[in-house]
């Protein structure tokens, strides 16, 4: 895997090589990749010079580090009580139908993984949902209808 | 019985046309005439803790270590709170400025921003508000540089010594305390860690004296603050409010007219029913919040409130001590028995019983607090428990 080791080394570059710079390098990964595959882990071990135990312990410990493989666009959904309130379930039923995927399934193209995750810090606003790092807010059929249909014709 | 009426405030965000003067003065002061400062208006944590920030930054003062840091606690992940967002998108300068004038009290030269994960859309943002602020931090001669870190979806980086974990690179598992982070910190050096919404009230101090800020509140809570307020509310938002005030007041300003309870502090705080709004204080001589108002009106099941805050735990616990990881998944499956009726209502005690074992025997704060929402939604709520 040439590329994973182009990109790791060159995260280590800007970060360092220390066990501080881990948490950046593997946040540099989900970046590029989506999803850190036990390859980039192993990359990582050896570039930063330690057990690859130790990468793993780490990146499984957060919830954004991902290490199942992901679509280019993972959709997180917040089920926290005051989105659930304002009708995440209908949105969940309405990404699942549009993307014909299951929560926690990545479409067959790769391009959309949907999830769900806790409060995402709009709760004067739900539903909401990130799409990688951006936020959608106030989220209604037509909404994410349309949001979706971009993401699938011009991303 | 609060003798305080609900009152709106704008310190937090109020536009400052003299900001510069501001932090250049505050940097010129002597470090024993900020620290009075603080000390004397009274401000404790506003992440919900409540630790008196005063007496943080003198124990830090304190500490002879060469090397020491200023981290601004920006891993806001309590379910229903987002004002620190709120408070980084608008007036970020703010923060920075109460961040460098702790730095100067305490003689650190580094600060760090630990921002969570779901918050990455702001940092180019605030990455281009740190060069301004830097160059004018050098234009008074202050030296002192603010990094950004971020998280990666932990609730339980909130925690300051998980946070120094993560910010170590480390899994974000809380360490055992004392040594505190005034001794023990970042890089095991004393540090002072604060929420955003503190050092912009820090900052708010040296601007308009202590007294000032002190004329607001309470005895025991000083000042005003910052609420995130959701749920059954037809005006939700941001809003920054004198602090103890009755939580009838606050529902008669906030509630839809149908609100039969009010989740304060988030799934960590405490439930209040609609008979005891009357003699509720949101303040710390009653029930604290880090900002968190979930208002729930009479359609809504405090079963399905309560399975959401269990289920969330379950989830965000570290897993590095037994009672919490145990104790949380216990929770879950204990309530969800009772109410498909494998299990007898008695079977609730039992589970409060567990709740209270989980509060003396956790090793941090997550664990602790989880018997908060559990007693209270239980205790109050009984019969939507089991039927």
């Given at each position: 895997m040439p590329e994973i080791k182009e990109l790791v080394k060159g995260l280590a570059d800007k970060h360092g090589r220390t066990r501080e710079s881990l948490l950046p390098i593997l946040q540099g990964i989900i970046t590029e990749e989506r999803f850190i595959s036990d390859a980039a882990m192993t990359?990582?071990?050896?570039?930063?010079?330690?057990?690859a135990a130790l990468v793993y312990g780490t990146a499984t410990f957060y919830s954004f580090l991902d290490t199942k493989p992901r679509g280019k666009y993972v959709i997180r959904i917040c089920r926290t009580i005051t989105c659930d309130m304002k009708g995440k379930k209908q949105i969940i039923k309405t990404l699942e139908d549009l993307l014909k995927v299951k929560v926690g399934e990545t479409t067959k193209d790769n391009k959309?993984?949907?999830?769900?995750?806790?409060?995402?810090?709009?709760?004067?606003?739900?539903?909401?949902?990130?799409?990688?790092?951006?936020?959608?807010?106030e989220l209604t059929d037509e909404k994410v209808s349309e949001i979706i249909g971009d993401y699938m014709k011009n991303k | 019985m609060p003798d305080k009426k609900l009152k709106r405030v704008d310190l937090i965000f109020s536009e400052d046309s003299v900001y510069k003067d501001v932090l250049a003065e505050s940097l010129k002061k002597s470090n024993e005439d900020i620290l009075k400062d603080v000390l004397d208006s009274g401000l404790r944590g506003r992440g919900g803790a409540g630790f008196p920030t005063g007496l943080k930054w003198k124990f830090t003062s304190q500490e002879a270590?060469?090397?020491?840091?200023?981290?601004?606690?920006?891993?806001?992940?309590?379910?229903?709170t987002f004002k620190d967002r709120e408070i980084l998108s608008r007036v970020p300068l703010k923060v920075f400025g109460g961040m460098a004038i702790c730095g100067k009290v305490i003689g650190a030269k580094h600060g760090y921003v630990y921002l969570r994960g779901e918050y990455q859309f702001l940092k180019a943002e605030l990455e281009k508000?740190?060069?301004?602020?830097?160059?004018?931090?050098?234009?008074?001669?202050?030296?002192?540089?603010?990094h950004i870190l971020m998280g990666s979806g932990a609730y339980i980086c909130g925690e300051e010594s998980a946070l120094f974990e993560s910010m170590e690179g480390k899994r974000g598992e809380p360490r055992n305390?004392?040594?505190?982070?005034?001794?023990?910190?970042?890089?095991?050096?004393?540090?002072?860690?604060?929420?955003?919404?503190?050092?912009v009230y820090s900052f708010m101090i040296c601007r308009i004296g202590a007294q000032k800020f002190q004329e607001l509140g309470t005895a025991d809570s000083r000042g005003s603050k910052v609420f995130s307020i959701s749920g059954d509310t037809p005006i939700a938002g941001i809003y920054e409010l004198e602090l103890g005030m009755s939580l009838e007041d606050f529902v008669e300003e906030f509630g839809d007219g149908d609100t039969k309870a009010v989740q304060v502090g988030g799934a960590s705080g405490f439930c209040v029913p609609r008979k005891k709004f009357k003699d509720t204080i949101i303040g710390f001589e009653g029930v604290p919040t880090g900002g968190s108002m979930m208002l729930f009106n009479s359609s809504r099941s405090m079963?399905?409130?309560?399975?959401?805050?269990?289920?969330?735990?379950?989830?965000?616990s570290c897993g590095q001590c037994t009672p919490c990881r145990v104790g949380c998944q216990q929770l879950k499956l204990g309530i969800e028995a009772v109410k498909k009726g494998d299990k007898s209502a008695a079977y609730l005690k039992t589970l409060q019983k567990l709740a209270d074992t989980m509060k003396?025997?956790?090793?941090?704060?997550?664990?602790?607090?989880?018997?908060?929402?559990?007693?209270?939604?239980?205790?109050?709520?009984v019969e939507e428990m089991i039927y």
């Amino acid at each position: 895997m040439p590329e994973i080791k182009e990109l790791v080394k060159g995260l280590a570059d800007k970060h360092g090589r220390t066990r501080e710079s881990l948490l950046p390098i593997l946040q540099g990964i989900i970046t590029e990749e989506r999803f850190i595959s036990d390859a980039a882990m192993t990359e990582v071990a050896r570039e930063l010079d330690m057990s690859a135990a130790l990468v793993y312990g780490t990146a499984t410990f957060y919830s954004f580090l991902d290490t199942k493989p992901r679509g280019k666009y993972v959709i997180r959904i917040c089920r926290t009580i005051t989105c659930d309130m304002k009708g995440k379930k209908q949105i969940i039923k309405t990404l699942e139908d549009l993307l014909k995927v299951k929560v926690g399934e990545t479409t067959k193209d790769n391009k959309f993984t949907l999830l769900e995750t806790n409060c995402l810090g709009w709760c004067h606003k739900g539903p909401v949902m990130l799409i990688n790092d951006e936020a959608y807010t106030e989220l209604t059929d037509e909404k994410v209808s349309e949001i979706i249909g971009d993401y699938m014709k011009n991303k | 019985m609060p003798d305080k009426k609900l009152k709106r405030v704008d310190l937090i965000f109020s536009e400052d046309s003299v900001y510069k003067d501001v932090l250049a003065e505050s940097l010129k002061k002597s470090n024993e005439d900020i620290l009075k400062d603080v000390l004397d208006s009274g401000l404790r944590g506003r992440g919900g803790a409540g630790f008196p920030t005063g007496l943080k930054w003198k124990f830090t003062s304190q500490e002879a270590e060469e090397e020491k840091y200023v981290v601004c606690n920006a891993d806001e992940g309590e379910p229903g709170t987002f004002k620190d967002r709120e408070i980084l998108s608008r007036v970020p300068l703010k923060v920075f400025g109460g961040m460098a004038i702790c730095g100067k009290v305490i003689g650190a030269k580094h600060g760090y921003v630990y921002l969570r994960g779901e918050y990455q859309f702001l940092k180019a943002e605030l990455e281009k508000v740190l060069d301004e602020f830097h160059a004018t931090l050098k234009e008074i001669g202050f030296d002192f540089q603010i990094h950004i870190l971020m998280g990666s979806g932990a609730y339980i980086c909130g925690e300051e010594s998980a946070l120094f974990e993560s910010m170590e690179g480390k899994r974000g598992e809380p360490r055992n305390k004392p040594p505190y982070p005034t001794i023990a910190g970042f890089r095991n050096k004393p540090t002072v860690i604060n929420n955003v919404e503190t050092l912009v009230y820090s900052f708010m101090i040296c601007r308009i004296g202590a007294q000032k800020f002190q004329e607001l509140g309470t005895a025991d809570s000083r000042g005003s603050k910052v609420f995130s307020i959701s749920g059954d509310t037809p005006i939700a938002g941001i809003y920054e409010l004198e602090l103890g005030m009755s939580l009838e007041d606050f529902v008669e300003e906030f509630g839809d007219g149908d609100t039969k309870a009010v989740q304060v502090g988030g799934a960590s705080g405490f439930c209040v029913p609609r008979k005891k709004f009357k003699d509720t204080i949101i303040g710390f001589e009653g029930v604290p919040t880090g900002g968190s108002m979930m208002l729930f009106n009479s359609s809504r099941s405090m079963y399905n409130v309560l399975k959401n805050y269990v289920e969330f735990f379950e989830e965000e616990s570290c897993g590095q001590c037994t009672p919490c990881r145990v104790g949380c998944q216990q929770l879950k499956l204990g309530i969800e028995a009772v109410k498909k009726g494998d299990k007898s209502a008695a079977y609730l005690k039992t589970l409060q019983k567990l709740a209270d074992t989980m509060k003396i025997s956790s090793k941090c704060g997550l664990g602790q607090s989880v018997a908060n929402s559990f007693y209270s939604i239980v205790d109050n709520f009984v019969e939507e428990m089991i039927y």
